[in-house]
């Protein structure tokens, strides 16, 4: 046994803000030494608009190779960039405490949404967010945008960052832009904060599944708690697991799943566990591209007692079995609310 683990990660100064975070905790937690290994994704290299690659997962599967292959023993990903059925010979071994959900406003002049002058210029690279912008601000003019954190505030007047380290791209516009969206984990993460002028009520804005949520990905064999053959991490993978958080994202990433393979509209979800009754409770919204229509729904399921954890400390099977058939009920309410036939992104 050696006194070290390999953990991949993407070279973005917010994955690696992410895989750090998450190697000093499991490193606190095993007593072992973590060893980061940066890994090029495609994701990284291309620099066309994100909707028109298309396929989920592009920033998902270099690192997943780079498990496989066993490079490395295990790789931190944004939950919401990965696609919702999980790949063979890869286990997501924790999900770690969720932050903050929600979409931020990055705006001049510190203006708030409903602030923002009529046609303003406002930047965003997702679908989703795209037409639920054009639902409570038809006016506005959307513009697809990509790249890096620093890349897409730099657009902003007043957003610039003048940090040599984390330079925006060579060649992209700056300061032409009255706002951009982006996630407000993201930002709080890597110190950013300053620039968000409002934190988008996920009634306005529902985030994407999994949003704010980070997943820790490994080889099964990594994973395996209990007696036996125990690899030297697993039980910090299965001690750094937030029980809460992991309920809500099965039922987000459920939905997603059921929906993905009915239609292709941009996707919303939240999910939410309350106490005094125990319950889960959901929101979620599929959208026309152009805002045209927004289809809602809300659910809820009563949880036992809120037994989210056994106590060997591992997730409580059953009730992640509720969050799984409560986003698989609401994804089929969505659909026969006609969420097929609405228009998708081109
Ligand atoms: N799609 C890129 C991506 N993946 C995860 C985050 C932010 C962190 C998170 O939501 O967990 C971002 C940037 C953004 O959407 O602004």
Redesign the pocket.
Do not use: V, Y
């Given at each position: 046994m050696t006194g070290t683990f390999t953990i991949g990660t993407r070279g973005s100064r917010?994955a690696r803000t992410q895989t750090t975070t998450v190697a000093e905790a499991l490193a606190g937690l095993s007593g072992l030494d973590a060893e980061l290994e940066i890994i090029r994704t495609e994701g990284d290299v291309t620099t066309g608009s994100l909707a028109s690659l298309g396929g989920t997962g592009i920033f998902a599967s270099a690192l997943r190779a780079a498990v496989l292959d066993a490079r490395v023993d295990l790789a931190v990903h944004?939950?919401?960039?990965l696609p919702s059925v999980q790949p063979k010979g890869l286990v997501i071994a924790s999900i770690p405490k969720r932050v903050d959900v929600r979409d931020a406003l990055c705006a001049r002049d510190g203006l708030r949404l409903s602030e923002l002058p009529q046609g303003a210029k406002v930047g965003t690279g997702?679908p989703r967010r795209v037409a639920q912008l054009k639902a409570v601000r038809p006016d506005l003019d959307v513009v697809d945008i990509r790249g890096n954190v620093q890349t897409r505030l730099a657009r902003v007047p007043g957003l610039e960052q003048h940090d040599d380290h984390a330079p925006a791209a060579a060649g992209s516009p700056r300061g032409d832009l009255d706002a951009v969206i982006?996630?407000c984990?993201?930002l709080d993460r890597i110190g950013f904060d300053w620039a968000i002028t409002e934190r988008l009520a996920p009634t306005v804005m529902m985030p994407a599944p999994g949003?704010?949520?980070l997943a820790v990905e490994c080889r099964p064999e990594t994973a395996v708690t209990g007696t036996g053959s125990t690899h030297p991490v697993a039980q910090a993978l299965a001690g750094y697991d937030d029980a809460v958080t992991r309920l809500q994202v099965t039922a987000e990433r459920a939905l997603l799943e059921r929906l993905e393979a009915g239609c292709a509209a941009p996707i919303g979800a939240l999910a939410r566990v309350e106490k005094d009754p125990a319950r889960l409770v959901m929101d979620a919204v599929v959208a026309a591209t152009d805002g045209s229509r927004l289809l809602r729904e809300h659910a809820s399921v009563d949880l036992p007692a809120v037994r989210v954890r056994r106590e060997d400390g591992s997730a409580d099977s059953e009730t992640l079995g509720l969050a799984r058939q409560l986003g698989i009920d609401v994804a089929e309410a969505m659909l026969a609310g006609g969420a097929d036939l609405l228009p998708a992104p081109q």
């Open positions: 917010l944004s939950l919401k960039d997702s982006l996630a984990a993201g949003q704010g949520a």
